[in-house]
């Protein structure tokens, strides 16, 4: 019996230690992460709100015409990656749209701006500018936007 105690309080090992210390170090940086990618991710525009907002910049333009707008399946962002945390955070999907629109050069521009200079923040993935007929050009622009949900965009 008085063996059992005496193994029971054996102090842990300097190793032990420096694990246990280690491990809370990289919990904190952890939950730092997962913050500023929340406040970042909160600046993006949200799915839902991708297409209206899209629409909105190109009708400050009538010279610009939309020819298209798709949007693609959400993949879920680390799909194949094993985490330790897979239980704790959250999964990310990547909701990508694709725009075509007819203008010229100077309303493609202004496009761009107000894209760029948006409140809602998109991520670029390909921008195309073909010139069919000038001074009317074909843009395709590839877009995509982060969110902690699968919902589907809805165009």
Do not use: C
């Not at 949007?71 to 330790?84: C, D, F, H, K, L």
């Amino acid at each position: 019996e008085r063996e059992e105690v005496v193994l029971g309080n054996v102090a842990r090992s300097d190793e032990e230690k420096r694990a246990e210390d280690e491990l809370r170090q990289l919990e904190r940086q952890l939950e730092e992460i997962e913050s500023r990618m929340g406040e970042q991710i909160a600046e993006l525009v949200p799915p839902t709100r991708i297409v209206s907002v899209l629409e909105q910049l190109l009708s400050a333009d009538h010279r610009l015409k939309l020819i298209s707008l798709r949007s693609q399946s959400p993949v879920r962002i680390g799909e194949g990656a094993a985490t330790a945390t897979a239980d704790r955070a959250p999964y990310l999907y990547r909701h990508g749209i694709r725009i075509e629109i007819e203008g010229d050069f100077r309303s493609t521009l202004g496009y761009l701006r107000r894209l760029e200079e948006s409140e809602w923040h998109l991520l670029w993935d390909r921008f195309e500018y073909r010139v069919d007929s000038f001074p009317t050009a074909r843009v395709t622009i590839d877009l995509h936007t982060l969110s902690d949900r699968e919902a589907w965009i809805g165009v």
